[in-house]
């Protein structure tokens, strides 16, 4: 631990944390990877804040009752006091070292805050390959890079897993005989990654990726200098920017049919969309589902006549054209809401249902490379078969690059190639 960090037990709350003027705490646990991800920025921190402002962390499942009684229930959870009061923000899960310093500088008169910031030194890290993105794509492209000892440094702006920690079940990774939470196929792929030597950088914000130089700016003040770079950062559900709808994603509203349609055995659901991979999904869905509502703002789909010519002989399925959603309601489990509205009158109706698909497409999270790439006409990254891109020396893997079928063992085969094929060229 660094020596301006203090670890105190809940005896020495009052003395350590109460009775200062100004202090932080970090309330931690073992084997939690967002409390490693914070380590390393609460001791950098530590290195310039600390002088003024003592820095403290306290065990939290051995220090239980404190924990409780200051309704602490993750770690890691970090808080701010002020003459024995909580002040600022109660940061948890992947912490942003931008968070922690927006609440450290409040603690601090204005004259102090100049004198801190000074002692900021940005630096360089030399790395063979550095990986932008931890999902599957990424930390497999880790892993076999790792084994092949290429020094590799991945970069994610949140914590590492992708959709997969945020996928409540999948069935179809191989290898796993039952359904695995989401959560632990994404901390088995990440621990594995972390085993064979892959360097994280967890939950950074990324201030500049320089693809030509190959340099990846993080936290405003680590330079990540590499020989290679592998974009690896996935993409997103387009939004529709309805209320309820980033409340319940993931959790009433799906956008993976193949994942979680087969939760719907015997069940209503609603989808959302008109193109192909809204019909195409709903083909999937109508194998499980006793009844699809397909809501489509259009008076007719977009999808290829011969998907809509087999939509008709669907027979559980109703259709609401010209019908635009305009909120997501949520009763319980599986018990879903969809606020539609008839365009041409203007009225709005609620359909039940037990679950709600959303297939307006998604969006490759190409925002730091923008311009600098060759994209395919849906705007993904173009690559050759070794997944290299249109610039030498930058790879891209998984969901963000141009394919026919995104999923967890396509991204992974891609994280494979682009490994292999860097590290006979390095
Ligand atoms: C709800 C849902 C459920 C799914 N369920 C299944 C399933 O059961 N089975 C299956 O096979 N597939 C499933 N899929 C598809 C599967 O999750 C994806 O195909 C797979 O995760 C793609 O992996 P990836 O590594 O390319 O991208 P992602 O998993 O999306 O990971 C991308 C990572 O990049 C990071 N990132 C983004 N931008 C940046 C940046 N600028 N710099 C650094 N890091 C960045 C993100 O934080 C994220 O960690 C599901 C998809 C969804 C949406």
Redesign the pocket.
């Known amino acids: 631990m660094a020596k301006l960090i203090k670890e105190i037990q809940a005896a020495d709350y009052r003395k350590e944390v109460l009775n200062q003027p100004r202090v932080v705490v970090d309330f931690y646990s073992t084997e939690c990877p967002p409390c490693e991800a914070l380590a390393a920025k609460y001791e950098a921190l530590s290195e310039i804040y600390g002088k003024d402002i003592p820095f403290v962390k306290i065990f939290r499942q051995g220090n239980r009752e404190l924990a409780t009684e200051l309704d602490i229930t993750g770690s890691p959870t970090v808080l701010f006091y002020e003459n024995g009061k909580i002040v600022g923000d109660k940061l948890t899960g992947g912490i942003k070292r931008s968070d922690l310093m927006k609440n450290l500088d409040t603690l601090l008169t204005e004259s102090e805050k100049t004198i801190t910031h000074a002692k900021i030194k940005a630096y360089e890290t030399e790395t063979d390959v550095v990986i932008?993105?931890?999902?599957?794509?990424?930390l497999t492209a880790g892993l076999y890079l790792a084994q092949a000892h290429v020094k590799t440094i991945l970069?994610?702006?949140?914590l590492?897993?992708?959709?997969?920690a945020?996928?409540h079940?999948?069935?179809?990774?191989p290898g796993f005989i039952e359904p695995l939470p989401?959560m632990m196929l994404s901390h088995y792929m990440s621990e594995q990654a972390k085993a064979n030597g892959v360097e994280f950088r967890a939950a950074v914000e990324?201030n500049n990726v320089d693809l030509k130089n190959k340099t990846v700016t993080i936290d405003g003040v680590e330079t990540i200098k590499a020989k290679k770079i592998v974009i690896?950062?996935?993409?997103r559900?387009r939004p529709l920017g309805l209320p309820g709808e980033k409340e319940y994603g993931?959790n009433g509203i799906?956008?993976?049919a193949?994942?979680?349609a087969k939760y719907f055995q015997d069940k209503e659901v609603v989808v959302i969309g008109g193109g192909n991979s809204a019909i195409e999904e709903t083909f999937f869905i109508a194998k499980f589902a006793k009844k699809i509502t397909i809501v489509h703002q259009f008076d007719h789909f977009q999808a290829n006549m011969v998907a809509q010519e087999k939509l008709k002989k669907l027979e559980n399925v109703e259709i609401l054209l010209e019908h635009e959603p305009r909120e997501f309601k949520k009763y319980g489990t599986m018990d879903m809401g969809v606020v539609v509205e008839e365009l041409k009158s203007g009225k709005r109706k609620e359909v039940r249902t037990n679950g709600i698909f959303v297939f307006v497409g998604f969006l490759p999270?190409i925002?730091?490379f923008n311009g600098k790439l060759a994209l395919d006409k849906w705007g993904y990254l173009n690559t050759n078969d070794e997944m290299e891109t249109s610039l030498e020396g930058v790879y891209a893997?998984?969901?963000?690059k141009t394919k026919a079928y995104?999923?967890?063992?396509?991204?992974v085969a891609d994280g494979t190639i682009a490994a292999i094929a860097i590290s006979k060229n390095i």
Request: aromatic share 6%.
């Open positions: 932008l993105g931890g999902g599957p794509a990424g970069v994610d702006t949140a590492p897993g992708g959709y997969v945020t996928t079940l999948v069935s179809n990774y989401g990324v690896a950062t996935g993409s559900p993931g799906s956008y993976c193949t994942c979680d999270n925002e730091a893997v998984g969901d963000v995104r999923q967890i063992t396509t991204a």
